[in-house]
């Protein structure tokens, strides 16, 4: 037995141009064929995968004995010679001299990760473990962990302060009831929706601020879009309006896009996405214009009324890639966004959607006290639950704006996968608490 492994090489470092090469290598059997005097594993690590080919008689006795019943996801340690071989699915394989079985896994294992069983998602959830170990699924998640280095890259670059808000709060942050309520040491507490009343005041401290974190909401929608733990990526920014936040958005993604490209061009082709950097600025349209749109479409909507799903697929359907919809009716918008001066029944507000998918709402915000408290009030809600965030407007508050964007979306976008469940480790939504 092996007690301290060691590895000299990963999976992706055999290639033909090593030739000859002495290798140790860790990892998991992907797959593995017997032929009686020679067994092919295909051994899989964080890098990927690579072709081990064992002669029995070559081995001693007792590590011929320990592999007779090697399966699927025992983990191995191999020490043998790279040797370039056209044959092998990959132009190359390790020749193994020694194997050690480091851990057997269970027989049989409920989910099959090579692919050749289909499995739907429910099966792939019970599963996750198992199913990230997929290299597809597995590459979904390398695809996020660059995704989220590029956005803390490009706010960093552009003077925003990473910031850390809470996740229990005493109040609805926008006075919504889809809001998981907690008992605070015999207190009611909220788990947070949104970090934007804290953001909001943060700019009167770091001017620009962004946060990346988990938030909740109770929401019953049971679909594949929803869930009820989600990542959003927030930032806020004083001295800036809607105008200038949208700017910072859509060079956000582009830029994310571009970095994506650069650095995992190996996951996007596993998992068969040809992904391009997307031309700046986006298209902007106004809810004005696009309800004009729909009715032209014969679609019966009312002015103030807000997009349905069946509405946003037609929208979808007719613009395709990233847009904005920006100046929504105020009334549709929470308390703490801009009428605009000019039009006080229209908002200075935004969402940006991949056709007909919402990715990410935002807008100039209400600097004005006694104005915010109006809002409130219109919205049937109680301003002393708010009086903690209003006290801060009697510091001075200056002109801000910002944004929300659901990062968990973006990458049903960036992984072109169809349901939320997949870009995410552990979902949690109506029906699922576990794994």
């Not at 990526?233 to 650069?262: G, K, P, Q, T």
Request: some cysteine.
């Amino acid at each position: 037995m092996v007690e301290k492994p060691s590895r000299t090489h990963y999976a992706s470092d055999i290639t033909p141009e090593r030739d000859g090469e002495r290798a140790e290598l860790l990892g998991w059997v992907h797959e593995v064929r017997d032929l009686g005097g020679i067994k092919f594993i295909l051994l899989r690590d964080v890098s990927g995968i690579c072709q081990i080919t064992v002669r029995k008689k070559e081995l001693g006795e007792r590590a011929a004995d320990e592999i007779k019943d090697l399966g699927f996801e025992d983990v191995i340690w191999v020490r043998g010679v790279v040797k370039r071989q056209p044959k092998a699915r990959l132009g190359v394989e390790v020749v193994g001299e020694e194997i050690r079985v480091l851990a057997k896994a269970e027989r049989p294992l409920p989910y099959d990760i090579t692919g050749k069983v289909p499995a739907n998602i429910d099966t792939r959830l019970d599963h996750r473990v198992l199913d990230l170990r997929k290299p597809e699924n597995k590459a979904i998640f390398l695809i996020a962990s660059t995704a989220l280095k590029a956005i803390r890259e490009f706010l960093r670059e552009r003077g925003f302060i990473e910031v850390r808000t809470p996740r229990i709060i005493a109040t609805a942050t926008e006075g919504g009831a889809a809001l998981f309520e907690v008992n605070y040491f015999g207190r009611k507490a909220y788990l947070a929706q949104s970090p934007q009343l804290y953001k909001e005041q943060l700019t009167t401290v770091f001017e620009r601020v962004f946060e990346i974190g988990t938030f909740f909401r109770a929401e019953e929608s049971h679909t594949r879009r929803h869930v009820s733990e989600f990542t959003s990526v927030d930032i806020e920014s004083a001295f800036m309006d809607y105008r200038d936040v949208m700017e910072v958005l859509e060079n956000l993604i582009a830029h994310v896009h571009r970095r994506v490209l650069e650095e995992r061009e190996r996951e996007l082709n596993l998992i068969g996405v040809e992904l391009e950097v997307p031309k700046t600025p986006f298209p902007r349209y106004s809810y004005d214009e696009l309800v004009e749109e729909l009715r032209g479409m014969g679609e019966d909507i009312e002015w103030g009324q807000d997009f349905g799903t069946p509405h946003l697929r037609r929208l979808g359907e007719a613009h395709k890639g990233y847009y904005f919809i920006t100046d929504f009716p105020t009334e549709s918008k929470p308390f703490y966004i801009q009428p605009r001066r000019d039009k006080p029944e229209v908002s200075e507000s935004f969402d940006l959607m991949y056709e007909w998918l919402e990715l990410a709402s935002g807008g100039t915000r209400i600097s004005d006290k006694a104005l915010l408290e109006r809002r409130i009030r219109e919205q049937g809600l109680n301003p002393e639950s708010f009086k903690e965030h209003l006290k801060v407007f009697g510091y001075g508050m200056p002109m801000h704006a910002g944004w929300g964007l659901g990062f968990d979306r973006l990458m049903m976008v960036l992984t072109n996968r169809w349901n939320i469940r997949e870009v995410i480790l552990y979902p949690r939504d109506v029906f699922r608490l576990t794994p």
